[in-house]
T-cell receptor, first 116, second 114 residues
Framework: DQQVKQNSPSLSVQEGRISILNCDYT??????FLWYKKYPAEGPTFLIS?????DKNEDGRFTVFLNKSAKHLSLHIVPSQPGDSAVYFC???????????????FGKGTKLSVKP | DAMVIQNPRYQVTQFGKPVTLSCSQT?????MYWYQQKSSQAPKLLFH???????NEADTPDNFQSRRPNTSFCFLDIRSPGLGDAAMYLC?????????????FGPGTRLTVL
């Protein structure tokens, strides 16, 4: 039973346009959310995060939005660049619980292709 | 300036033949993790070490073991690999736990079981 779902396996966007990647979660204990980016033949690298006390966090071209009531977060990339082409993983965790609740739970990833 | 190094990058083993995957880090982080990622699936945590403290996930098969002889190195031992163990194995590190501390991943070892 997937606790973190990324329902779009792939997304294709034109250079300069907005990319929107979506993620849904089911566990109401999750209160910290991250996006990781993965290029081929490399490990995932941390991109941006947000805690449940916020609904938006921005870092340059990357913005993460959190809708707690809908248990939904999204990553916006504006403007999209060809170098953004990668697999994006959503990950969720709990800050305030011990044991396995502190683990990162990943989604399956969305492959973004940005066309020149 | 590689920070999390995994060797080998590709490993082929035979059904039932023990195999060891290696991970080293130059970050001096306290926590080291092993994830399994099967094709088109999410990375799944197998276990992690906080210093010398081993933390096994409840659903990690007994076939998977780990060793951390020092801060820099961590090994994943698969005692009797089955065909279902073919996957990418990712090592990661973080300064602390829980996972709000950024995790730094290695490039992974792709395991093939014949």
């Amino acid at each position: 039973d997937q606790q973190v779902k990324q329902n779009s396996p792939s997304l294709s966007v034109q250079e300069g346009r907005i990319s929107i990647l979506n993620c849904d979660y089911t566990n109401s204990m999750f209160d910290y959310f991250l996006w990781y980016k993965k290029y081929p033949a490399e490990g995932p690298t941390f991109l941006i995060s947000i805690s449940s006390i916020k609904d938006k966090n921005e870092d340059g071209r990357f913005t993460v939005f959190l809708n707690k009531s809908a248990k939904h977060l999204s990553l916006h990339i504006v403007p999209s660049q060809p170098g953004d082409s990668a697999v994006y993983f959503c990950a969720c965790t709990s800050m305030n619980y011990g044991g396995s609740q502190g683990n990162l739970i990943f989604g399956k990833g969305t492959k973004l292709s940005v066309k020149p | 300036d590689a920070m999390v190094i995994q060797n080998p990058r590709y490993q082929v083993t035979q059904f039932g033949k023990p195999v060891t995957l290696s991970c080293s880090q130059t970050l001096n982080h306290n926590v080291m993790y092993w994830y399994q990622q099967k094709s088109s699936q999410a990375p799944k945590l197998l276990f992690h070490y906080y210093d010398k403290d081993f933390n096994n996930e409840a659903d990690t098969p007994d076939n998977f073991q780990s060793r951390r002889p020092n801060t820099s190195f961590c090994f994943l031992d698969i005692r009797s690999p089955g065909l279902g163990d073919a996957a990418m194995y990712l090592c990661a590190t973080s300064r602390g736990f829980p996972s709000t501390d950024t995790q730094y991943f290695g490039p992974g070892t792709r395991l093939t079981v014949l």
